[in-house]
């Protein structure tokens, strides 16, 4: 009789990717990196298992949205203070901390849960070309 078999974290070795994101649409490029974290791109994707895909993303300072996003997107976070609202769109964030806009986008097409969480600390985001995760023998994804 067959038996469908679920691998175990324990079974899996981690691969790394790196993605430049020079001239490339914000929401077509988080989606595809959203989907190569979750592991959807393996034969062996289960929902419930972190296949341990890393992802590293270079030049987050040249990414591009359509429209008239840049200056019309908005960025909000709080202090947790009285009158701690801070808002900002996608220029200044940009200029300020380009990674952040990245992340933020990514982070929202992640699971909510432990398993996201674990997801999102397998993305790292560079601001230029450098990175330090030379001895992980990244291979590079043209999208």
Do not use: C
């Not at 791109?41 to 890393?54: G, M, T, V």
């Not at 070309?129 to 999208?143: D, G």
Request: charged letters at 25%; aromatic letters at 8%; zero cysteines.
């Amino acid at each position: 009789m067959n038996k469908t078999t679920f691998g175990n974290n324990n079974d899996i070795e981690g691969q790394w990717y790196i993605i430049d994101a020079k001239n490339k649409t914000l929401g077509r490029l988080s989606s595809h990196i959203a989907y190569i974290l979750r592991g959807k791109n393996s034969i062996k994707y289960a929902p419930n298992i972190n296949l341990k895909h890393y992802i590293i993303v270079i030049n987050s300072e040249e990414i591009n949205v359509t429209g008239q996003k840049s200056t019309q997107k908005l960025y909000y976070r709080h202090s947790g203070r009285p009158g701690g609202m801070k808002i900002e769109n996608f220029e200044q964030l940009k200029n300020r901390l380009p990674n952040r806009i990245i992340e933020h986008s990514i982070r929202g097409m992640l699971p909510k849960g432990p398993l996201g969480r674990k997801l999102f600390t397998q993305l790292k985001v560079y601001k230029g070309k450098n990175h330090p995760h030379e001895a992980q023998k990244p291979e590079l994804i043209n999208i």
